[in-house]
């Protein structure tokens, strides 16, 4: 099989996983036949080719997509990737997850999700920008305030963030509309605690995680696969609750120190050397071997397929936290729950981001902005209410901690659809 043929099997793997994980729950609730149907798909797909000139003077054509899941609970929400290998295919699944993600922490939104196929790191500066903006302007029919909100995911961040908001607003006779996208700069009317959101919301789901086991973070051990702004706010937040990281790997390969990894140097050392790899006073470790580590708490924070049926037995760790989107499959879920591993599920895990995110909207709504406390206490709160909710479900029920988050967010998402009935 080529590599592209692989990638496909892979994307694919992933909406039939959402759809299995999805199917699992419906089974569960006993969701009619019509609500499955119109939740299984999403609702609007969009696909653009675009030209942008290059530094050298060349144009080329690059590929973005737009995915809506479903807007029953209001405007759609989601984030943008840049990475060479993304897919229309890969887009809705990570379209319909974000509907599961944001109707589990009871959040009035839907999913969407969106993407340009591009290698970032091969572009210079004005490239990136250049494209940033015309891809704005491509999907520019389907988002807006009100309908359809842009967020950072993997390769973007506030900058593209400032770029989007300033190219539609320019649309909009220059008036400023700081509600279309968040994780916008704090200057911007971005949020206290954005950044930091995702690994901060994972934190609180740890914690959760093991008083239910009645554990304490006080010297668990950690590996953490991904050290970008999820992974390595997420060790910091760990680290500072008493927890040794003693391992983590980004895309060149990883590094491990048994009596716990120096994370504020660890963090200084990436700055300088764009990666994790040859950290003094660490060894090295490949990221296959960080999964099987003997630890309490693992953490898988980069890309999905990461837990499949070829390492699923040899994974050790009590607990896995999934704060990718997508990284276990269907079957290798299946194989850790019948093992008594506790996973908890993306959606549930990595929530935070979009939670803070939804603060930051309000607040651009409102034109009044919350200070650092105020956004993380209600972060927790949103949390923590959310764990809880689904490991009673999780409890009550007898199945895997992912079937409980998607039945408590289906079920949310059905009664809003039956509520408002269907427009003939
Ligand atoms: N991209 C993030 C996610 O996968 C955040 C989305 C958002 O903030 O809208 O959850």
Known sequence: MSNSELRRTSELQLLEMAQRFFDAAADQLGLEEPLRELLRYPKRKLTVIFPVQMDDGSVRHFEGYRVQHHPVLGPT?????????????EIEALAVLMTWKTAVVSLPLGGAKGGVRCDPTQLSLGELERMTRRYANEISPLIGPDIDIPAPDLFTGEREMAWIVDTISMHHQGQYMPGLVTGKPLVLGGSEGRDTATGRGGFFIAQETLKHLKRS?????VAIQGFGKVGSNLAHFLQQGGAK???VGDVRGGVKNEAGLDI????RHVKESGSVVEFPGSEAISNEDLLELE???LFPAALENQITVDNAERIKAQMVIEMANGPTTWE????????GTLVVPDILANAGGVTVSYFEWVQDRSFYFWTAELVDRRLKRVMVKAFHKVLTTHLQHRVEMRTAAYMVAIDRVAQAARARGLYA
């Open 217 to 221: 973070l006080k010297d668990a051990r």
């Open 245 to 247: 990281v003693i391992a």
């Open 264 to 267: 504020a140097a660890l963090q």
């Open 77 to 89: 929400k989601g984030g943008i990737r840049y990475h060479p290998q993304v897919t229309i295919e």
């Open 332 to 339: 290798a879920d299946q194989l850790l729950y019948e093992r």
């Open 295 to 297: 630890v309490e708490l």
